[in-house]
């Protein structure tokens, strides 16, 4: 299969073909292989590379798989995937051994086919809403190679915007599944709280903030995916009952929804006059559409940066722990970011009443939000306040990093997703608009927990209507 064909479609389509005897799904690894290898020396969003076995699975692996032989990357943060070794983008792991079994989410993709073919790009520790860790160095946005693809599953992003390979893993604690997506006009969807099994060491990753899924091209592919990876497993505190398919409700008709807008962010920060005109046009356009726009006012309690804050970092800390244990010595001070420090010094000075005391105001937030969506169906709402940053414009590296400095520009650029990760509710970024200078705009849509079929259906409406696979085709085409 030429690159260029194979770049085509999506994974769906990619398995359709398989299904149909026209492409080996060998022949389809070989693809992204080839088209790996041509483009990653520009972008750096594949930092680990696993070809000759993805090969192997590819060969072995049975057609009547749902996803026979597709293309696939692992992120490398969260999930072990036999082969490889998990580093977190931290020098200080550089030299942890390949894992020598899948955990129960790379367990999943193997089982529905997918030839994993290495691991992406991601900040120290996925801490960042860009991608540029010291030891691997920055992923560049192809849209715009000054820029960043977001974070932190920017390695992912800027893999599948790209056509390396047609959907990727991505892991979202704070926004890093929308946020990357937004930045190079992808699909990228966080589920709800329950549905996709994390670890293996941890039952829960950031404190219940963390949940895995992929970034996609397409809708499609992003309900497929949560149908074959969706369900508890043994260490799971909070499953949610698995559904019949998330698959099929993107054709089921859109009833008309009551849809609440909010421009600006639970902290009072507002986008930029691009993305806020955007986001007021696809409200427009769901109210002539049928749908009930109304304002959406957060309640007090919705703003929770401090304490999110706090739990995050601490998660970091308590990882960098855990890592000790393993590898069976602590990290040196020049082993480790600034950002990484800081959470470490956060997480031992915090006690457990601090910690208990943030969780109880998570508790609050997800309350009120709940309450605030018995008005609602549906929030829209942007993905982030600004246009991808120029690489090294935000600073959690160096000696001159700054803890309140970073904060104020991470959250300038990003201040609306970290909300969805406190209350556990399912939020997804679409890429509905485009800047006067050519970089691609998420909108993002949030429910109620447990209803990500809602949002999905409402997305998939969206992209009949709006198409965004000829630009994202575009986009490809300059990089052969």
């Known amino acids: 299969m030429e690159p260029q064909e194979y770049t085509s479609h999506d994974a769906t389509g990619l398995a359709l073909l398989v299904s149909q005897g026209v492409v080996q799904p060998s022949e389809l690894v070989e693809a992204a292989i080839e088209r790996i290898r ?18 192997r699975s590819a060969r072995e692996v049975s057609p009547t798989c749902a996803l026979p032989g597709i293309p696939f990357l692992a992120k490398d943060m969260n999930v072990e995937v036999a ?27 193997r089982a529905a086919g997918l030839s994993i073919l290495g691991r992406t790009n991601t900040p ?57 997506a937004a930045c190079c006009g992808l699909v990228g969807l966080k589920p709800s709280r329950g549905w996709v099994p994390v670890g293996p060491h941890l039952d829960e990753l950031a404190g219940g903030f963390n949940s895995d899924h992929v970034l996609t091209r397409s809708v499609r592919d992003s309900a497929l995916m949560l149908d074959l990876t969706v369900g508890p497993e043994l260490s799971s505190r909070q499953p949610l009952a698995k559904p019949a398919s998330f698959r099929q409700a993107l054709s089921a008709p859109v009833a008309p929804l009551r849809i609440g807008l909010a421009l600006a962010s639970p902290g009072g920060s507002q986008p930029q006059d691009e993305i806020g005109a955007v986001v007021d046009e696809v409200a427009a356009w769901l109210s002539r559409a049928g749908h009930r726009l109304q304002p959406f006012h957060y309640p007090a309690e919705a703003d929770v940066g401090e304490q999110a804050g706090l739990i995050w970092m601490t998660a970091i800390a308590e990882e960098i722990d855990y890592w000790t244990a393993r590898v ?18 956060v997480g031992r000075r915090a006690t457990a009443i601090d910690y208990v005391k943030a969780r109880r105001r998570m508790s609050q937030a997800t309350r009120e939000m709940a309450r605030a969506f018995e008005g609602i169906d549906i929030l829209l709402l942007p993905t982030t ?8 414009e935000i ?25 969805f990760n406190v209350t556990g509710q399912p939020a997804i970024s679409v890429p509905l608009g485009m800047s006067a200078s050519g970089l691609p705009i998420g909108v993002q849509f ?3 927990l447990g209803n990500d079929a809602r949002l999905l259906n409402l997305a998939a409406w969206c992209e009949r209507e709006r198409p965004w696979a000829s630009r994202l085709a575009e986009l490809r085409a300059r990089y052969g």
């Open 83 to 109: 082969g490889l070794p998990l580093t977190a983008s931290c020098r200080w792991l550089s030299e942890v051994p390949p894992a020598t079994q899948d955990a129960p989410l790379a367990a999943r993709w």
């Open 124 to 180: 120290e520790w996925a801490g960042e809403f860009v991608t540029e860790p010291t030891w691997r160095g920055p992923t560049l946005n192809p849209w715009d190679r000054t820029r960043s693809p977001g974070g932190s599953s920017g390695g992912a992003a800027a893999a599948v915007a790209s056509g390396m390979v047609p959907m990727a893993h991505g892991t979202d604690s704070g926004g890093s599944i929308r946020v990357p």
């Open 38 to 55: 041509a483009l990653n020396s520009t972008l750096n969003a594949v930092v680990m590379e696993d070809f000759a076995a993805a090969l």
């Open 446 to 448: 949030a429910a109620a």
């Open 395 to 419: 600073d959690g590296r160096t000696a001159a990093f700054d803890l309140d400095r970073w904060n104020e520009q991470s959250y300038r650029f990003a201040p609306y997703t970290e909300l």
């Open 385 to 392: 306040a600004s246009l991808p940053p120029k690489t090294g």
């Open 328 to 345: 069976g010595h602590a990290p040196k001070p020049s082993e480790l970011e600034a950002l990484t420090r800081a959470s470490l010094d």
